[in-house]
């Protein structure tokens, strides 16, 4: 059993990414939907910001499995695995939200982020290797 000191702070963290993925599901369901006519979102922009919440709250279950694992099981692994989603969440989803609604705010600019989206998929798959590892570990 741990008592690990970071773990109200981690499940205040987790509370906040799961809030903020409802709200920016709920706001690409109604707000950015409605602006398909105008052109400014296209349905496959539309698609790849749903792409983005749906990574988005996995992860934060995924990280939320994490601190209920480590309870019990304490395991550098599984630090490194709550790290990884957490990054993999503000690098993929985040960039992805950024990219889908630039024409929204006229920020062109923001292509630039195009690459950033693949690390953050790696960071995911990294982190549930690491969750991998860490049940290979205990066995």
């Not at 109604?30 to 996995?58: C, N, Q, R, S």
């Not at 934060?60 to 709550?82: E, G, P, R």
């Not at 195009?114 to 205990?138: E, H, M, Q, R």
Request: net charge positive; proline share 3%; charged share 15%.
């Amino acid at each position: 059993m741990t008592n690990d000191k970071n773990l109200p702070k981690q499940l205040i963290t987790i509370g906040f990414l799961g809030a903020i993925a409802v709200a920016l599901g709920a706001l690409g369901a109604h707000a950015l939907k409605g602006k398909l006519e105008t052109g400014l979102i296209t349905p496959d922009l539309l698609t790849g910001f749903d792409t983005g919440v749906k990574y988005h709250m996995y992860h934060t279950f995924a990280m939320l499995a994490v601190v209920l694992l480590k309870i019990k099981y304490d395991s550098k692994f599984l630090n490194w695995a709550y790290h990884l989603f957490f990054w993999g969440i503000i690098l993929f989803s985040g960039s992805l939200y950024f990219l889908c609604t630039r024409n929204l705010y006229g920020a062109d600019w923001l292509k630039f982020l195009g690459p950033v989206t693949p690390i953050g998929g790696i960071l995911f798959v990294a982190g549930w290797l690491c969750l991998a590892i860490s049940a290979i570990k205990k066995a």
